[in-house]
């Protein structure tokens, strides 16, 4: 019988649910179990594909060309597992399932009501996903927080199969605990109502996982304990972290993974000798130490609402350059750059001069699109590395057919779709969906395989780390250090020399690189070094590394696919080149 953990929020959103969700499941899976994550969102939208990510945060891509909430990421990242459309669901596609269901008479004349048969059909998913992916433990986070309206319903879910299998079945309350400043104390009655809230929806948590600035003291678990009738050794400490992998290890200190299998009545199955824990344990070990620092900027269009909502727009590409800046022995220091000020005051590009390392992330419409093509011209003339994810690479190739090929006023025909010189344009299929206002699912999304050309940056990143489409990097300090030194690490591994080299990474975009302009922008230096489609489409591009040390992009998003302890060969490069350019420098 397969077991299932449900994670929901107390007292305030963000409290950290999905950092949570995914520890949990990683300290199982240390344990010897085999998990799998589900993200429930309140939302009506059916996927997150036409949410703006400056209010939801960043939209994540799954393999399957799902489009989803950002809570996926991180239990990609920590599990090191390829999640796929059975691992989320929303308010919008239950219901959407649901209707479907009725409208084919599934319910044979009975009358089909919001309960039972909502929270049954959540069931349904969630037992859906424990059979398609074999889990023993399913670890379902509720998004939202425990007294809202909105997801009323997910916690009757978990009511209904609680009834059911008392044994199998565990909540845990992911909750926050204020602290007004000096002399005073954590506080613990926001999440004494927040039990009480979820007394009243018939459910109590057996765990409390109590989110704060500090860790949480024993007199304060006592009283938890006492007024909310939850069993004080299941009260765990979950203080902020800077860096969330430590998470886990926090968890496994207070033991949370032996007292939840205690719970199911299960036993700790044998480790692996070489165990994920060990290197998961080392490398955070590695991390506290590190000294030097890299640079990065990252040139955007930004809302004034601040660095919070910023950071969660482009939460894969920061993790991207974390891991990889890790992986080479360097603590990252990551800073944001509002491309609109280059438009105002081109004196202000002076500033990407203080950067090792530039990176032009994936957006859409055409706010700042000048700023960011400013900003390139200033990189590939002054030789600082530049990374271009989707619409950075897009601009790229603006960038260079304007300024290098003499293509003037060249442009992407999502922000002038007269242009004379249309360098980046829509595919033809995508054009008829666009003009029916089918906007859900007209982009090309989701893994689709790449083909490398030899003797480039790509093949050379990509072959060194050994990543495959079958087979992700292997990482570990001894690497690590052997890539930074320059020395090749081929000889560390086993030979591993394709003849030819295909990669599959995620995608997320209508436009691509425009077949008609291939020729130009290739006689002029340009190098396609990944394709796809028989040279058709345009996956990655860049400068020889004898013009500039690091002027590449990418169609799709290389940073879906980093994980904690396997950086994307990509970033892993431009974070080395970054580092190597920082040196001449000084
Ligand atoms: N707006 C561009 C496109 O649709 C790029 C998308 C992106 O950066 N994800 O092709």
Redesign the pocket.
Known sequence: MPKYIFVCGGVMSGVGKGIATASIAKILSWHGYKVTCLKIDPYVNVDAGTMNPLEHGEVFVLKDGTECDQDMGHYERFLNQELTKVNYMTTGSIYLSLIQKERSLFFDGKCVEVVPHVPLEVIGKINQAQKLTQAEIVITEIGGTVGEYQNLLFLEAVRILKLKNPKDVLLVLVSYLPYQGEGMELKTKPTQYSIRTLNSAGLQPDFVLARAQFPLDEKRKEKISFNCGVLKENIISAPDEHVVYKIPLNFEKEKLGIKILNNFGLKPKKAPPDSDYKKWKNQIENINQLKKQVNIGIVGKYFKTGDFVLADAYISVIEAIKHASWFLGYRPKIVWLNSEEYEKDKIKLEELKNYDGIII?????SRGIEGKILAIKYCRENKIPLFG????L?LMIVEFARNVCGLKNAQ?T?VNPRTKYPV?DILKEQKKLLEEKLYGGT?RLGDWECEIKRGTIAWRAYVELRRTDTELSRTDTELGRRYQKNISVSSALSQFVPRVLKVVERH?????VNPKYHKILQKKGFVFSGTSQKDLLVEIGELPQNIHPFFLGTQF?PELKSRFLHPHPLFVEFIKQSIISKNEYL
């Open positions: 992330p994936g957006g859409f419409g994810l989707c619409y950075g897009q992407t999502e980046i982009m997320r975009h209508r436009y691509e998003h």
